[in-house]
């Protein structure tokens, strides 16, 4: 425990530089998984192709695409550029499916009916489509974000500082308690990552809490 | 105005859904598309509002050709209400009735005010405003539905078996809420469904359509229960249309007895009719009870209240149900205020029955109308 109150400063800059490289590529991941789920859904010949090339990303190990983003980016090694758009990938891949599975859990007589109120492409899919696959999306963004922060400590081998720093410093130098902090730093902050989702989720679907009351 | 003219809905599959279908539907009126399943009704349904895209024919609104309108703005001027009402489950009440207003761009204050005004037309409380659809009943639902497809006052209503997924008591009233707003709005209507007593209660006009998508006959109800065109009209309207039918026969004047009545909590001592009629302080009948069973007070328990009321202004056949269903074999008889004018009895109404006309066999506009390959 000593370990960890003399370095609170460190465990805290590196949580904060742990939250931007799992966070944002979440951000970013969702926002263009959204489209291509879309087109997943509305070209039925495009599905099973987005979906076994989503599928295959996410098996590329992480280290290797790391290491293969400056050479296909041109960016410097330590870019933390690298880590971010390694982990959109990753979280593209898993969300895709999810997004277009949302968007095909919406019951067929509410599209019809969406249809036939006059609602063009666009308003369709931003006012019923989307607010009722939020439930699905966010569980799939749930698994997306404990992933990255999971995948994002690996980043530590070329060079990224955040929570991973505390797992192979804490092996290089035998200091138990630093391994064990960055364990328990990397979980805490999978929980919030999780509970700031369920919120958002709460937020956006009220309907669902809507008690079944009949008069 | 709705017209299809000799409009054909082929799937690549080679199934013919509709076939070369030509029909008027029109302004002000309703009409039903009646017939099993299978018979293309919900096709030609949604080709009106290019839903589904015909293969051949054309479809005009007000002799304008659907298939050259844009179709988003085309079906914000067509009220549709389907049959699980397709409601939103994430807007409330009050947002799901207002969609078609905002989408039109109405400001928010115009469309709450209009969607308000609605639910109270199609008789929902308005604390139910606020409520998201799964806590409405199935009949709660399907009344939003309707206020929905009612909100930008739209000319045209396209309504596909709207009733049908309700219990058979929500149905009527439902029904009955739908004939009200009707006769005030006088909306040109196309009606779907597969309930052949639904066709005659609600439709100024029915079309028959058999398996295939062809047109078997239209006409109006009466007419079509008097005549039907072939076996397969014949079948479909059903065994017992010639009492159905008596429902377009408006009773004469009828042979009224006047009845000795009594009202809940008098003594049914000394009386030695079988069957004696209870009414409440207004004359407005309660039931009928026998007098040597209760041998005393007439208690509310002990009303029989298996006879139906029919009006005096009201049809053939609620005059004759009147008589049949009830114990006394006296059928009780109101004016339009609910109270109690006389009895008649069975054989009095068969014999109006009897004498009266049925509807003209060579009436021309039914003859003139579209038969399908009927009497060819």
Known sequence: ?215 | MIRFDDVTKQYPDGTVAVDHLTLTAPTGKITVLVGPSGCGKTTSLRMVNRMIEPTSGTITLDGQDTGRMDEAEMRRGIGYVIQHAGLFPHRTVLDNVGTVPRLLGWDRKKTRDRSRELLERVGLAPELADRYPSQLSGGQQQRVGVARALAADPPVMLMDEPFSAVDPVVRDQLQDVFLDLQSELGKTIVFVTHDIDEAIKLGDQVAVLRVGGKLAQVSDPAYLLTHPVDDFVADFVGRDRGYRSLQFQPAPRLPLRSERTLVVGESTVGLTEPWVLVVDDERRPLGWVEPARVNGEVTSEALHRGGTVARASGSLRGALDAALSSPSRRGVIVDDSGTLVGTVRGHEVLSLIESAERPDVDRPDALAGHRGEGLA
Request: a positive charge; proline letters at 5%.
């Open chain 1, 1 to 215: 425990m000593t370990w960890v109150n003399d370095h609170w400063g460190d465990i805290f800059t590196l949580a904060r530089s742990h939250v931007w490289l799992a966070g944002v590529p979440l951000i970013l991941g969702l926002l263009i998984a959204l489209p291509l789920g879309w087109a997943a859904r509305r070209w039925s010949r495009l599905y099973p192709v987005l979906i076994s090339t989503s599928g295959l990303l996410y098996t590329i190990p992480s280290l290797a695409l790391f290491v293969l983003m400056p050479i296909i980016l041109g960016t410097k090694v330590l870019d933390p550029v690298n880590v971010v758009v390694a982990m959109t990938i990753y979280t593209v891949a898993l969300l895709v499916r999810t997004v277009a599975d949302g968007l095909g859990s919406v019951p067929d007589h509410v599209l019809q009916a969406a249809r036939a109120m006059g609602y063009g492409g666009l308003r369709r899919f931003f006012g019923v489509e989307l607010p009722l696959a939020v439930p699905v999306i966010a569980a799939g963004l749930r698994v997306a974000a404990v992933s990255n922060v999971s995948i994002v400590s690996v980043a530590s081998l070329i060079g990224v500082p955040q929570l991973g720093n505390l797992l192979t410093d804490g092996y290089d130098r035998f200091i138990t308690a630093e391994i064990i902090a960055g364990i328990v730093a990397c979980v805490v902050l999978a929980l919030v990552f999780d509970g700031l989702i369920l919120l958002g989720e709460r937020l956006l679907t009220p309907w669902r809490r809507a008690q079944v009351v009949r008069s």
